[in-house]
Protein backbone atom coordinates (compact mmCIF):
# COMPACT_ATOMS: atom_id res chain seq x y z
CA UNK A 1 0.00 0.00 0.00
CA UNK A 2 1.02 3.59 -0.42
CA UNK A 3 0.38 6.45 1.73
CA UNK A 4 2.13 8.66 -1.43
CA UNK A 5 -1.67 10.71 -2.29
CA UNK A 6 -1.51 13.94 -0.92
CA UNK A 7 0.45 16.64 -1.41
CA UNK A 8 3.73 15.66 -2.14
CA UNK A 9 7.34 17.55 -0.54
CA UNK A 10 10.51 17.99 -2.32
CA UNK A 11 12.77 17.97 -0.07
CA UNK A 12 15.80 17.88 -2.33
CA UNK A 13 18.53 21.26 -2.37
CA UNK A 14 17.03 22.81 -5.44
CA UNK A 15 14.76 23.06 -7.16
CA UNK A 16 13.37 23.90 -3.91
CA UNK A 17 9.18 24.09 -2.70
CA UNK A 18 7.65 26.77 -4.67
CA UNK A 19 5.74 28.84 -2.38
CA UNK A 20 1.76 28.64 -3.06
CA UNK A 21 2.33 32.72 -3.88
CA UNK A 22 5.05 32.78 -5.99
CA UNK A 23 3.03 30.20 -8.54
CA UNK A 24 -0.20 32.46 -8.12
CA UNK A 25 2.39 35.31 -9.00
CA UNK A 26 3.45 34.05 -12.40
CA UNK A 27 0.08 32.78 -13.73
CA UNK A 28 -0.99 35.87 -15.59
CA UNK A 29 -0.99 37.09 -18.81
CA UNK A 30 2.40 38.44 -21.11
CA UNK A 31 2.84 42.02 -19.59
CA UNK A 32 4.07 45.20 -22.18
CA UNK A 33 7.95 45.16 -21.83
CA UNK A 34 8.20 48.34 -23.13
CA UNK A 35 6.85 50.37 -20.82
CA UNK A 36 4.21 50.68 -17.62
CA UNK A 37 3.96 48.19 -14.64
CA UNK A 38 7.07 45.86 -15.35
CA UNK A 39 9.16 48.59 -15.72
CA UNK A 40 8.25 50.13 -12.19
CA UNK A 41 8.45 46.30 -10.28
CA UNK A 42 11.95 45.85 -12.02
CA UNK A 43 13.32 49.02 -10.12
CA UNK A 44 11.78 47.91 -6.89
CA UNK A 45 13.35 44.14 -7.34
CA UNK A 46 16.92 45.69 -7.71
CA UNK A 47 16.72 47.29 -4.43
CA UNK A 48 15.37 43.76 -2.32
CA UNK A 49 17.82 41.63 -4.12
CA UNK A 50 20.78 43.96 -2.95
CA UNK A 51 19.16 43.60 0.63
CA UNK A 52 19.14 39.86 0.38
CA UNK A 53 22.63 39.59 0.20
CA UNK A 54 22.97 42.58 2.14
CA UNK A 55 25.05 44.84 -0.22
CA UNK A 56 24.70 47.92 -1.22
CA UNK A 57 27.01 47.95 -4.32
CA UNK A 58 25.81 46.28 -7.82
CA UNK A 59 23.51 43.30 -9.14
CA UNK A 60 23.53 41.91 -12.48
CA UNK A 61 20.80 39.55 -13.68
CA UNK A 62 20.83 36.61 -16.15
CA UNK A 63 18.75 33.78 -17.75
CA UNK A 64 20.02 31.19 -16.79
CA UNK A 65 21.00 28.60 -14.15
CA UNK A 66 23.83 28.56 -11.23
CA UNK A 67 26.07 27.40 -14.11
CA UNK A 68 25.32 30.56 -15.85
CA UNK A 69 26.10 32.62 -12.69
CA UNK A 70 29.38 31.49 -12.74
CA UNK A 71 30.49 31.84 -15.98
CA UNK A 72 28.68 35.09 -15.78
CA UNK A 73 31.34 35.58 -12.86
CA UNK A 74 34.17 34.16 -15.05
CA UNK A 75 33.58 36.47 -17.86
CA UNK A 76 33.70 39.90 -15.72
CA UNK A 77 35.96 39.09 -13.08
CA UNK A 78 38.96 37.52 -15.55
CA UNK A 79 41.07 38.25 -18.61
CA UNK A 80 42.31 35.23 -20.74
CA UNK A 81 45.58 33.54 -18.42
CA UNK A 82 44.65 35.05 -15.28
CA UNK A 83 45.36 32.98 -11.98
CA UNK A 84 42.34 32.62 -9.63
CA UNK A 85 42.48 30.03 -6.31
CA UNK A 86 39.23 27.90 -5.51
CA UNK A 87 38.95 26.48 -2.02
CA UNK A 88 36.70 23.59 -2.65
CA UNK A 89 35.15 21.82 0.23
CA UNK A 90 32.84 19.37 -1.98
CA UNK A 91 31.65 19.18 -5.34
CA UNK A 92 30.56 22.75 -6.21
CA UNK A 93 33.96 24.46 -5.79
CA UNK A 94 35.52 22.00 -8.19
CA UNK A 95 32.33 22.61 -10.95
CA UNK A 96 33.04 26.37 -10.40
CA UNK A 97 37.50 25.62 -11.10
CA UNK A 98 36.09 23.48 -14.04
CA UNK A 99 34.54 26.28 -15.32
CA UNK A 100 36.27 28.89 -15.16
CA UNK A 101 39.27 26.41 -16.44
CA UNK A 102 37.38 25.83 -19.62
CA UNK A 103 37.65 29.76 -20.39
CA UNK A 104 40.99 30.10 -19.83
CA UNK A 105 41.69 31.06 -16.53
CA UNK A 106 44.53 29.70 -14.80
CA UNK A 107 43.13 27.54 -11.96
CA UNK A 108 44.55 26.07 -9.12
CA UNK A 109 42.42 24.22 -6.49
CA UNK A 110 43.02 23.91 -2.90
CA UNK A 111 40.66 21.01 -2.25
CA UNK A 112 39.54 20.26 1.59
CA UNK A 113 37.94 17.06 1.05
CA UNK A 114 34.29 16.37 1.15
CA UNK A 115 33.67 16.61 4.71
CA UNK A 116 35.85 19.65 5.84
CA UNK A 117 35.66 23.19 5.74
CA UNK A 118 38.54 25.29 4.34
CA UNK A 119 41.99 25.24 6.24
CA UNK A 120 42.85 28.84 6.88
CA UNK A 121 46.69 28.34 7.19
CA UNK A 122 46.80 26.28 3.88
CA UNK A 123 45.46 29.06 2.49
CA UNK A 124 47.43 31.46 4.29
CA UNK A 125 50.19 29.97 2.68
CA UNK A 126 49.08 29.71 -0.81
CA UNK A 127 48.65 33.36 -0.21
CA UNK A 128 51.87 33.98 0.73
CA UNK A 129 53.54 31.65 -1.85
CA UNK A 130 51.80 34.05 -4.75
CA UNK A 131 54.17 37.21 -3.61
CA UNK A 132 53.67 38.16 -6.98
CA UNK A 133 50.64 38.81 -6.70
CA UNK A 134 48.97 36.66 -9.69
CA UNK A 135 46.29 35.18 -7.93
CA UNK A 136 42.99 37.68 -9.08
CA UNK A 137 40.45 36.47 -7.00
CA UNK A 138 39.60 33.59 -4.42
CA UNK A 139 36.14 31.45 -5.50
CA UNK A 140 35.09 29.81 -2.56
CA UNK A 141 31.43 28.31 -1.77
CA UNK A 142 29.70 29.11 1.33
CA UNK A 143 27.40 25.97 1.57
CA UNK A 144 28.60 23.23 -0.58
CA UNK A 145 25.09 21.43 -1.75
CA UNK A 146 26.56 18.18 -1.97
CA UNK A 147 28.82 17.67 1.52
CA UNK A 148 26.90 20.57 3.34
CA UNK A 149 29.79 21.94 4.27
CA UNK A 150 29.86 25.87 5.30
CA UNK A 151 32.76 27.61 4.99
CA UNK A 152 33.15 30.93 6.97
CA UNK A 153 33.45 33.66 4.50
CA UNK A 154 34.67 36.68 6.89
CA UNK A 155 37.33 34.05 8.49
CA UNK A 156 38.41 33.90 4.54
CA UNK A 157 38.49 37.86 3.72
CA UNK A 158 40.22 37.89 7.40
CA UNK A 159 43.38 35.83 5.95
CA UNK A 160 43.92 37.85 2.34
CA UNK A 161 44.24 40.90 4.81
CA UNK A 162 46.39 39.70 7.13
CA UNK A 163 48.57 38.41 4.35
CA UNK A 164 48.25 41.85 2.33
CA UNK A 165 46.94 40.08 -0.99
CA UNK A 166 44.88 42.41 -3.33
CA UNK A 167 42.91 38.95 -4.69
CA UNK A 168 39.24 39.86 -5.16
CA UNK A 169 36.68 37.70 -2.72
CA UNK A 170 34.28 35.69 -5.09
CA UNK A 171 31.65 33.49 -3.19
CA UNK A 172 29.06 31.13 -4.45
CA UNK A 173 26.04 31.40 -2.54
CA UNK A 174 23.37 29.83 -4.75
CA UNK A 175 23.05 26.76 -2.03
CA UNK A 176 23.07 29.35 0.94
CA UNK A 177 21.43 32.91 0.35
CA UNK A 178 17.81 33.30 1.87
CA UNK A 179 18.63 30.67 4.29
CA UNK A 180 22.44 30.89 6.28
CA UNK A 181 23.01 34.31 7.63
CA UNK A 182 25.07 36.41 4.50
CA UNK A 183 26.45 39.83 5.14
CA UNK A 184 28.57 40.76 1.53
CA UNK A 185 29.43 44.01 2.27
CA UNK A 186 30.26 43.37 5.81
CA UNK A 187 32.47 40.36 5.17
CA UNK A 188 34.21 42.49 2.63
CA UNK A 189 32.95 39.86 -0.72
CA UNK A 190 33.88 41.61 -3.57
CA UNK A 191 31.15 39.18 -5.94
CA UNK A 192 28.55 37.01 -5.19
CA UNK A 193 26.73 34.10 -6.95
CA UNK A 194 23.32 32.75 -6.47
CA UNK A 195 20.34 30.74 -8.86
CA UNK A 196 16.65 32.03 -8.15
CA UNK A 197 15.60 28.23 -7.97
CA UNK A 198 16.85 27.49 -3.91
CA UNK A 199 16.65 30.19 -0.95
CA UNK A 200 15.06 32.16 -3.12
CA UNK A 201 11.95 30.16 -3.48
CA UNK A 202 11.38 30.49 -7.88
CA UNK A 203 11.17 28.56 -10.34
CA UNK A 204 15.46 27.73 -11.80
CA UNK A 205 16.24 30.10 -14.49
CA UNK A 206 17.14 33.08 -12.67
CA UNK A 207 21.26 33.80 -11.88
CA UNK A 208 22.75 36.63 -9.79
CA UNK A 209 25.96 38.37 -9.62
CA UNK A 210 26.40 40.81 -7.21
CA UNK A 211 29.44 42.81 -7.08
CA UNK A 212 31.49 45.55 -5.57
CA UNK A 213 32.81 48.60 -6.53
CA UNK A 214 36.37 47.56 -6.31
CA UNK A 215 35.75 44.34 -8.65
CA UNK A 216 33.89 47.05 -10.85
CA UNK A 217 36.72 48.69 -11.18
CA UNK A 218 39.29 46.17 -10.89
CA UNK A 219 37.77 43.99 -14.18
CA UNK A 220 37.19 46.94 -16.22
CA UNK A 221 39.39 45.10 -18.69
CA UNK A 222 38.62 41.51 -18.36
CA UNK A 223 38.76 40.15 -22.11
CA UNK A 224 37.23 37.07 -21.36
CA UNK A 225 34.10 39.59 -21.17
CA UNK A 226 31.32 39.40 -24.08
CA UNK A 227 28.39 41.42 -24.61
CA UNK A 228 26.26 38.89 -23.32
CA UNK A 229 27.72 38.53 -20.12
CA UNK A 230 29.22 41.98 -19.58
CA UNK A 231 27.45 42.83 -16.00
CA UNK A 232 28.05 46.38 -16.41
CA UNK A 233 24.91 47.60 -18.42
CA UNK A 234 22.75 44.96 -16.38
CA UNK A 235 23.66 47.28 -13.67
CA UNK A 236 24.04 50.65 -15.27
CA UNK A 237 21.90 50.44 -18.67
CA UNK A 238 19.96 53.34 -19.82
CA UNK A 239 17.02 51.12 -21.50
CA UNK A 240 15.15 48.67 -19.90
CA UNK A 241 16.56 45.83 -22.08
CA UNK A 242 19.52 46.49 -21.29
CA UNK A 243 19.23 44.65 -18.23
CA UNK A 244 18.71 41.63 -19.41
CA UNK A 245 20.26 41.86 -22.85
CA UNK A 246 17.30 41.45 -24.24
CA UNK A 247 13.53 40.37 -23.68
CA UNK A 248 13.10 40.03 -20.05
CA UNK A 249 12.02 36.85 -18.22
CA UNK A 250 8.71 38.22 -17.32
CA UNK A 251 7.06 35.63 -15.06
CA UNK A 252 10.24 35.04 -13.15
CA UNK A 253 10.45 38.40 -12.47
CA UNK A 254 7.00 38.53 -10.96
CA UNK A 255 7.57 35.39 -9.54
CA UNK A 256 10.82 36.66 -8.02
CA UNK A 257 9.10 39.95 -6.94
CA UNK A 258 6.37 37.68 -4.59
CA UNK A 259 9.37 35.68 -3.11
CA UNK A 260 11.41 39.13 -2.35
CA UNK A 261 8.09 40.51 -0.22
CA UNK A 262 7.74 37.04 1.27
CA UNK A 263 11.22 37.56 2.79
CA UNK A 264 10.80 41.24 3.17
CA UNK A 265 7.77 40.22 5.72
CA UNK A 266 8.96 37.59 7.62
CA UNK A 267 12.54 39.74 7.95
CA UNK A 268 15.71 38.45 6.71
CA UNK A 269 16.95 37.24 9.85
CA UNK A 270 14.00 35.57 10.71
CA UNK A 271 14.37 33.80 7.63
CA UNK A 272 18.07 32.80 8.76
CA UNK A 273 16.35 31.82 12.60
CA UNK A 274 14.22 29.80 10.99
CA UNK A 275 16.73 27.28 8.84
CA UNK A 276 18.74 27.38 11.94
CA UNK A 277 16.07 25.46 14.18
CA UNK A 278 14.89 23.48 11.07
CA UNK A 279 18.47 22.78 10.57
CA UNK A 280 19.03 21.97 14.33
CA UNK A 281 16.04 19.68 13.84
CA UNK A 282 17.29 17.51 11.46
CA UNK A 283 20.82 17.09 12.80
CA UNK A 284 18.99 16.10 16.32
CA UNK A 285 16.97 13.14 14.53
CA UNK A 286 20.12 11.95 12.79
CA UNK A 287 21.95 11.94 16.32
CA UNK A 288 19.74 9.89 18.01
CA UNK A 289 18.69 7.51 14.86
CA UNK A 290 23.10 7.48 15.09
CA UNK A 291 22.96 6.17 18.90
CA UNK A 292 21.64 2.80 17.42
CA UNK A 293 23.64 2.28 14.30
CA UNK A 294 27.18 3.40 14.07
CA UNK A 295 26.84 3.35 10.05
CA UNK A 296 24.29 6.46 10.43
CA UNK A 297 25.66 9.83 10.76
CA UNK A 298 26.15 13.26 9.31
CA UNK A 299 28.95 14.47 6.79
CA UNK A 300 29.72 17.11 8.73
CA UNK A 301 31.20 17.18 12.17
CA UNK A 302 31.48 20.22 13.89
CA UNK A 303 27.66 21.93 13.67
CA UNK A 304 29.57 25.28 13.08
CA UNK A 305 30.29 24.28 9.42
CA UNK A 306 27.17 22.89 8.49
CA UNK A 307 25.07 24.12 5.56
CA UNK A 308 21.44 25.84 7.85
CA UNK A 309 19.49 25.05 3.85
CA UNK A 310 20.67 20.97 3.45
CA UNK A 311 21.97 18.50 5.39
CA UNK A 312 24.33 15.18 3.58
CA UNK A 313 24.19 11.96 5.69
CA UNK A 314 25.11 8.40 5.37
CA UNK A 315 23.31 5.67 6.18
CA UNK A 316 25.38 2.50 5.30
CA UNK A 317 24.88 1.24 1.21
CA UNK A 318 22.11 0.24 0.27
CA UNK A 319 19.89 1.97 2.89
CA UNK A 320 20.33 5.35 1.96
CA UNK A 321 18.66 4.51 -1.99
CA UNK A 322 16.29 2.05 -0.33
CA UNK A 323 14.99 4.81 2.35
CA UNK A 324 14.78 7.17 -0.80
CA UNK A 325 12.35 5.23 -2.26
CA UNK A 326 10.52 4.18 0.21
CA UNK A 327 9.96 7.64 1.67
CA UNK A 328 9.10 9.31 -1.97
CA UNK A 329 7.10 6.35 -3.32
CA UNK A 330 5.45 5.35 0.19
CA UNK A 331 5.07 9.07 1.73
CA UNK A 332 5.79 11.58 -0.86
CA UNK A 333 8.77 13.02 0.69
CA UNK A 334 11.44 13.31 -2.26
CA UNK A 335 14.79 13.13 -0.27
CA UNK A 336 17.75 14.39 -2.12
CA UNK A 337 20.84 11.39 -3.31
CA UNK A 338 23.72 11.73 -1.90
CA UNK A 339 25.64 13.89 -4.27
CA UNK A 340 29.55 13.36 -5.06
CA UNK A 341 29.90 10.99 -2.14
CA UNK A 342 30.77 7.86 -4.37
CA UNK A 343 30.34 7.18 -8.27
CA UNK A 344 26.86 6.53 -8.91
CA UNK A 345 28.11 3.18 -10.33
CA UNK A 346 29.68 2.27 -7.02
CA UNK A 347 27.30 -0.28 -4.59
CA UNK A 348 28.53 2.68 -2.06
CA UNK A 349 26.20 5.55 -3.53
CA UNK A 350 23.98 3.81 -2.34
CA UNK A 351 24.69 4.82 1.36
CA UNK A 352 24.42 8.81 1.16
CA UNK A 353 21.59 11.05 0.60
CA UNK A 354 20.70 14.80 1.92
CA UNK A 355 18.04 15.98 3.10
CA UNK A 356 16.88 19.65 2.37
CA UNK A 357 15.84 22.22 4.47
CA UNK A 358 15.42 25.22 1.73
CA UNK A 359 13.23 28.05 0.85
CA UNK A 360 9.92 27.41 1.48
CA UNK A 361 9.90 25.16 4.47
CA UNK A 362 8.32 25.48 7.94
CA UNK A 363 8.53 23.29 11.12
CA UNK A 364 5.46 20.69 10.02
CA UNK A 365 7.36 19.83 6.86
CA UNK A 366 10.99 19.70 8.67
CA UNK A 367 9.16 17.50 11.13
CA UNK A 368 6.87 15.63 8.78
CA UNK A 369 9.67 14.72 6.61
CA UNK A 370 11.56 13.23 9.74
CA UNK A 371 8.97 11.14 10.47
CA UNK A 372 8.26 9.91 7.13
CA UNK A 373 12.31 8.81 7.19
CA UNK A 374 11.68 6.97 10.44
CA UNK A 375 8.59 5.53 9.57
CA UNK A 376 10.85 4.35 6.35
CA UNK A 377 13.86 2.62 8.84
CA UNK A 378 10.88 0.75 10.62
CA UNK A 379 9.10 -0.50 7.43
CA UNK A 380 12.47 -1.10 6.11
CA UNK A 381 14.36 -2.90 8.87
CA UNK A 382 16.83 -0.70 9.16
CA UNK A 383 18.44 -1.01 12.46
CA UNK A 384 18.35 2.88 14.47
CA UNK A 385 18.45 4.42 17.85
CA UNK A 386 15.00 5.48 19.83
CA UNK A 387 14.00 9.31 20.20
CA UNK A 388 14.97 10.73 17.05
CA UNK A 389 11.31 12.50 16.76
CA UNK A 390 11.01 13.45 19.73
CA UNK A 391 14.56 15.45 19.78
CA UNK A 392 13.89 16.51 16.48
CA UNK A 393 10.71 18.26 18.28
CA UNK A 394 12.15 19.39 21.39
CA UNK A 395 14.82 21.54 19.29
CA UNK A 396 11.47 22.80 17.13
CA UNK A 397 9.91 23.83 20.78
CA UNK A 398 12.68 25.42 21.94
CA UNK A 399 13.96 27.34 18.88
CA UNK A 400 10.25 28.61 18.67
CA UNK A 401 9.44 30.00 22.07
C1 LIG B 1 22.80 24.23 -7.19
C2 LIG B 1 24.19 24.76 -7.05
C3 LIG B 1 24.99 25.07 -8.16
C4 LIG B 1 24.56 24.80 -9.56
O1 LIG B 1 23.40 25.47 -9.90
P1 LIG B 1 22.58 25.01 -11.22
O2 LIG B 1 21.40 25.91 -11.20
O3 LIG B 1 22.25 23.58 -11.04
O4 LIG B 1 23.46 25.26 -12.39
C5 LIG B 1 26.23 25.61 -7.93
N1 LIG B 1 26.69 25.83 -6.69
C6 LIG B 1 25.96 25.53 -5.61
C7 LIG B 1 26.53 25.80 -4.24
C8 LIG B 1 24.69 24.98 -5.77
O5 LIG B 1 23.96 24.68 -4.67
Redesign the pocket.
Given at each position: MSLAHGRPYLAI??PSTMPDRVLAAMHRAAPNIYEGELHAMVASIWTDLKAVARTAQHVALYI???????EAANANLFSRGDAALVLAT???GI??ANSARAVGVDVTVLDFGKSSPVDLGQLEQALRADAAHRLKAVLL??????SSIRNDVAAVRAVLDAVGHPALLAV?????LGCDEYRMDAWGVDVT?A?S??GLMVP?GL?FVWYSDKALERCKGSNLRTPYWDWTPRAFGTEFWQYFCGTAPTHHLFGLRESLNMIAEEGLENVWARHEVLAGAVWAAFDAWAMGNPAIGLNVADPAFRGRS?TAARFGAPHATRLRQWTEHKAGVTLGIGLGMAASDDPAYHGFLRVAHMGHVNAHMTLGALAVMEAGLVALDIPHGPGALAAAARVVGQGAR
Open positions: PGGNGHAAWGNFGWTHVDTADCIASVAQKPGV
